[in-house]
């Protein structure tokens, strides 16, 4: 079930690539990390601290296990892959599930609001990160759907959670329509426009980042 925005504002268009690595114009965001050492499964330690629950996909945990401290890796992000770790010798990476401080999408939207010179070059920033999270949101609901640990979703399993997601579309409809009363006409200036759309960006990225979470534990 794709997930689609029943409001009005634009969303950016970015190619999807499946591949297992990306060539570096395709990533959106990428920044130097310190890899610390790997603890069980799936947990990495960075050397700023950061604990990050992942997945070994394209990068087996134990080559992983094998690195030694100090290695180079990116943090990266594109659309079609979400935030994850890249090692720049292989071009591999695997996705992250949590433990990010800051989330790339929030770092690009960060860039964007130091740069905006008016409320409406605000708002295009919510719409931007908001886009990109309704992204984050599809992705991750359809990998839910498709997960395979253990054993695949059984035809009830799987209607619950289809299920579940048609009611939050619901609840998010209800609520954008609750921002476009409350921040609506009867409020003068346009700040009220600016923050009736962070309102919007903040629920889809708590659903994307809730369905995120679980594919992990």
């Known amino acids: 079930m794709k997930i689609l925005k029943s409001y009005y504002w634009i969303f950016c268009v970015i190619p999807f690539c499946s591949a297992s690595s990306l060539g570096a114009a395709e990533w959106l965001y990428q920044k130097d990390v310190i890899y610390h050492k790997s ?6 330690a960075l050397a700023d601290s950061q604990m990050l629950q992942v997945q070994y996909t394209h990068i087996k945990w134990k080559t992983v296990d094998a690195w030694k401290r100090g290695r180079q890796l990116h943090l990266a992000y594109a659309p079609s892959t979400g935030a994850v770790l890249l090692d720049p010798k292989s071009k591999k990476y695997f996705p992250i599930i949590s433990g990010l401080k800051e989330h790339p999408i929030d770092s ?32 991750a609901y359809k990998e839910v759907l498709n997960d395979d640990e253990d054993r695949k979703l059984n035809a009830g399993e799987r209607k619950i959670i289809v299920e579940s997601q048609r009611k939050w579309i619901q609840y998010r409809d209800a609520q954008i329509r609750a921002f476009r009363e ?31 979470r679980m594919k992990g534990f």
């Open 108 to 139: 690009l939207l960060g860039e964007k609001l130091t740069k905006a010179d008016s409320e409406f070059e605000f708002i295009e920033c919510y719409r931007y990160a908001d886009a990109l999270w309704d992204k984050e949101l599809n992705r």
């Open 182 to 212: 409350f921040y609506g006409p009867r409020r003068s200036g346009t700040i009220w426009q600016t923050i009736a759309a962070e309102r919007i960006m903040e629920l889809t990225k708590s659903q994307a980042q809730r369905l995120t």
């Open 39 to 44: 603890q069980g499964h799936n947990i990495i």
